[in-house]
């Protein structure tokens, strides 16, 4: 595949025999690389952070010449494919490195995360596998079990001697995992759990690793005791034995042909009153003993059950990461192509036509989104440093900052793909430039790991919730002093001096520009739970109905919540970069998503008369010369990214 990227990079020739042959003398023009106010690989060192050499190590791997891009129609042989990339990883050591020393394992979370991120570099059926593998499964026995457990499984899943999938999601319940159909009941004579699919929309639905692989499931259940039941717990079930037939009591169903990931044997699962022993509980949280009796040192059974689905919030940064990997690919083949395609021009006087890169639209398209790209990934390590000092349980913090990252990460990452194939025209359209494998593969990262809308609900629940709860702990005097302080914010931010100042030094200011990001998140706030709060007064409405009523409003809400999360991340790190050289281009970046959104949001800062006509005029004249001027570090900061080109492989792009 390498030799076939790069002789489409170099172009035809005519060779000795006439007949049609590829040669430098016919090739694409160079990719322009001249003005850039910073070394690239200074950047990229930047970029990579402390977890450098991992990153270094999935490169090296990935770029070996067995790990060239497979091409084929026939999906099963695709599959065997990922596996033995799956197993490839394995035997590099860099399945364990989340798992206990105990088990031969690094300890370290953070460093798996930015294997996986750098695995988004690749062919993402790959990394899907390998989450579904090292992540999912291994990650549910580690999180959710206790010692016997990772002793006799963890080592084992990290070599992939043992294969295995997470069975949460169901036929008929998705992001409503509490509502379960799976049961387990226990059976205190043989001391067993009796796992079994009561209807059709119990079954297990596409489930990774499922149609073919895995020998062991992570099964999400109803634990019922005596008739009683106790909420989800997960619960460790054998699906094939060692020959990989399928074991009595288990129904297994291929979906079979997909619209991307076709590297992945995603399957549906039935139980048919299958039987685990008591073991098979994963019981860091909950157990049950040999009598039957239930004990959990977490009495909520809420707060249990969010504690024991935390494995969800791993996979959801996961998908953030590499979803902004594959934003990243897609952004460095459309802008190096746009470096170095010409197209229309005034002729004279250098007789050249305009480069791509060099039209306003064109940077109005793509340098919003580079500046996303980065805003995101500096977003997520936060994410993940804050995400490993939570030892045990679940944290609503963590638990919103996931769900919105990921959702908004996700959707930009859908956008910026298509954005990048338009812009490269007839190019783009060929699939061996990729955008075709980048847009089916990352499509379905808007709906799995949390299905985006869903996703951005629980994130403006979780604000309402946290709202509550810091107003519940005041007393009189201070609550009112709060109120009293969010309207004399509120009449700030409507004064002349602030919403009609269109000065430039006042709009790249960055507390200007964070002021602007927190008064629409916290009016937003307020107006959802003041809306909520009436809607429910009195009992006149319950608080569902109120919550699915206020869905637009909630939506909006959690948007300027991670949007003002991201920025706040973004700031901080222009102010500390340590490298001074890259300070500026930083802070273009910083200052291009930071006025970008507040154009795209204007209607409502002009609605609630937090911003003039003026000056919303003054912030898109602004945006439009921030992306002239990240135009000319545009190139060198796709360059950064340090992606190999055969992870690349578009010959457009090389």
């Known amino acids: ?33 001249t003005g850039a106010s910073f070394e690239p690989a200074a950047m990229q060192r930047f970029l990579d952070g402390e977890h450098r050499a991992v990153r270094e ?4 791997v990935i770029t070996q010449p067995e790990f060239r891009y497979f091409e084929s129609p026939d999906h099963h042989a695709f599959r065997k494919q990922v596996l033995a990339w799956t197993k490839r990883l394995a035997d590099a050591g860099i399945g364990r490195v989340f798992m206990p020393k105990y088990v031969g394992g690094e300890d370290d979370p953070a460093k798996f995360l930015a294997a996986g991120e750098t695995l988004g570099f690749h062919d993402l059926s790959l990394m899907i596998k390998f989450g579904v593998q090292f992540g999912l499964f291994a990650g549910s026995i580690q999180r959710l079990g206790t010692e016997p457990h990772h002793r006799k499984y963890l080592a084992d899943a990290a070599s992939c001697q043992l294969m295995g999938c997470f069975a949460m999601t169901e036929i008929g319940h998705g992001s409503n995992v509490q509502a379960l159909e799976t049961t387990a009941a226990y059976d205190p004579t043989h001391e067993q759990f009796i796992i079994h699919s009561p209807t059709f929309s119990a079954g297990k639905a596409y489930i990774g690793n499922a149609a073919n692989d895995a020998r062991l499931a992570v099964v999400f259940a109803q634990l019922e005791i005596a008739g009683e039941k106790q909420g989800v717990h997960a619960f460790l079930v054998p699906i094939r034995d060692e020959s990989d037939r399928t074991l009595p009591g288990i ?10 990931l076709n590297g992945v044997d995603n399957g549906r699962i039935w139980f048919d009153h299958v039987r685990v022993p008591r073991t098979a509980l994963l019981n860091r949280f909950a157990d049950v003993d040999s009598a039957g009796k239930y004990q959990s040192q977490i009495r909520s059974p809420g707060a249990r059950f969010f504690t024991m689905i935390s494995t969800l919030v791993g996979g959801r940064i996961a998908i953030a990461a590499s979803g902004n990997s594959a934003t990243k690919s897609a952004l460095t083949i459309a802008i190096r192509y746009a470096a170095r395609r010409r197209q229309f021009g005034p002729g004279k006087p250098t007789g050249k036509e ?28 936060h994410l993940v440093a804050l995400s490993t000092k939570i030892s045990d349980g679940a944290s609503r913090t963590i638990d919103t900052l996931a769900a919105g990252l990921k959702a908004w990460s996700s959707w930009n990452t859908t956008r910026t793909i298509q954005v990048g194939r338009e812009s490269c025209g007839g190019e783009g359209y060929i699939a061996a430039n990729r955008f075709a494998a980048l847009k089916a593969d990352t499509d379905v990262f808007a709906t799995f790991e949390g299905d985006n809308t869903v996703l951005m609900q629980l994130v403006a629940k979780n604000l309402l919730t946290d709202l509550k709860d810091h107003l519940k702990d005041m007393h009189p005097v201070q609550l009112t002093g709060f109120m009293l302080n969010q309207k004399m914010t509120g009449f700030t931010r409507t004064m002349p001096l602030f919403t009609l100042n269109t000065s430039r030094y ?24 003041g809306a909520f709060r009436r809607l429910t007064k009195d009992r006149e409405m319950d608080a569902y109905t109120a919550f699915t009523r206020l869905q637009p409003e909630l939506l909006e809400l959690a948007d300027a919540y991670v949007e003002r999360e991201i920025l706040e991340r973004f700031i901080a790190v222009v102010e500390n970069a340590p490298d001074r050289t890259l300070h500026t ?25 937090v911003m003039s006509g003026f000056k919303a005029k003054a912030i898109s004249r602004l945006v439009t010369g921030l992306c002239a001027e990240v135009r000319s570090d545009a190139v060198a900061l796709v360059d950064a990214f340090g992606i190999p080109d055969s992870c690349l492989a578009a010959p457009i792009a090389l």
């Open 506 to 529: 006042h709009l790249l200011n960055a507390n200007v520009q964070l002021a602007y990001f927190k008064y629409r998140e916290s009016g937003l706030l307020f107006q959802v739970g």
């Open 354 to 381: 305009t480069l791509l890169l060099d039209y306003p639209a064109i940077q109005r398209r793509f340098m919003p989104l580079l500046a996303n790209a980065y805003a995101i990934d500096f977003a997520l390590k």
């Open 57 to 60: 190590l999935v490169k090296e």
């Open 585 to 609: 281009p930083l802070r273009r970046l910083r200052d291009l998503f930071a006025l970008y959104h507040l154009e795209l949001h204007k209607s409502w800062y002009l609605e609630n008369s």
């Open 1 to 33: 595949m390498k030799d076939t990227v790069a002789r489409a990079a170099e172009g035809p020739r005519v060779g000795d025999a006439g007949q049609l042959a590829l040669s430098s003398d016919f090739s694409y023009p160079p990719i322009e690389r």
């Open 251 to 260: 129904a297994i169903e291929d979906d079979g042909y997909k619209m991307g």
